[in-house]
């Protein structure tokens, strides 16, 4: 007897109410709205209020994937968090949104650090942990609280990022909208391209050190561009030629929000036209490990997803790493 087909049976999302716009970001750095939306596409984003957390957001998105599915928390028992901003280094995000929800202690609960690859990863271990037969429905969550390690001093990065969350629920498939397929990659050889310095085990305590590394993002954002358009069609090619498709069968693309020119540039190269692929970078930002199920949410509500469709999900992140998965809907 081959695996359970296991499928999307609800998506959701939760985003902060504070709007940050580029003209707000104009008056904190040396930077303009000119300058930010021509270099990304994004016009602003989003903020966590002071009580927000990563967890709480998370929580937020869960309820709502939950409700599209017609389940409880008592059905979990399974919620992976995806996610480089943890309410904590310990315990895991993924205990905190259990607590939120009141999701039994039969569940297995963790996080998972792909940063914005990190939704990609997560779907693919709960799928096949669903695919075991010994896990009946997962909440899949990338959620970010950004915002708490961005340096608002640096130009180059705070313009980039905000914060929210995405979930969906994965569960036995009842003939829509089933995972067909996913693929994860890792390029170690450039861990030092995109990090958050501060607050790990390879810098000193900083009870010794107080003036030590700020648990702050850095980015070497030009050499992350041209490896992430090369990442992001590698792992599109890869999954259509393992499943038998030509790219003009996918209705869809949920790409990684970081940058419309990335975005653009993958649509040039894999010849598929920019209206294929849902954006809304423009108005988030880049969510990392959120970014996918936040637009994916919107894509299916705003009936941009319709039934039939073949979807493909892309992205990549800090690692390096990258990803895609195929889902049916
Ligand atoms: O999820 C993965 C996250 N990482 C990424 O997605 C990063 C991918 N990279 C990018 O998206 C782009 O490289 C950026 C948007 C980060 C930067 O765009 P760019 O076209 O590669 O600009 P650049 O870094 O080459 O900088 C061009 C100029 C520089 O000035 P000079 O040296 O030419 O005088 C920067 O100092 O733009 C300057 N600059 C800014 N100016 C105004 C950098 N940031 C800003 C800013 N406002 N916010």
Known sequence: MGSPAIAILGTGAYAPAKILTNEDLAKQVDTSDEWIFTRTGIRE?????????TSSMAAAAARVAMADAGITAADIDLIIVATVTPDLPMPSTACFVQNHLGVPVSAACFDLN???SGFIYALDTAWAMLGSGRYRHALVIGAEKLSSVVDWTDRTTCVLFGDGAGAVVLGPAKGTAQILGARLYAEGTHTNLLCIGGGGSN?????ANPEGPQRHITMKGREIFKIAVREMEEAARDILKQHGLEADRIACVIPHQANLRIIDAIS???????DRFFVNLDRYGNTSAASIPLALDEARRSGRIKAGDTTLLVAFGAGLTYGSALVRW
Request: overall charge neutral; glycine content about 4%.
């Open 45 to 53: 984003r989003r903020i966590a209020g002071a009580d927000e957390t």
């Open 114 to 116: 792909a940063a914005c």
């Open 203 to 207: 810098v000193p305590n900083p009870s």
């Open 268 to 274: 040039q190269y894999l010849n598929l036209p920019a």
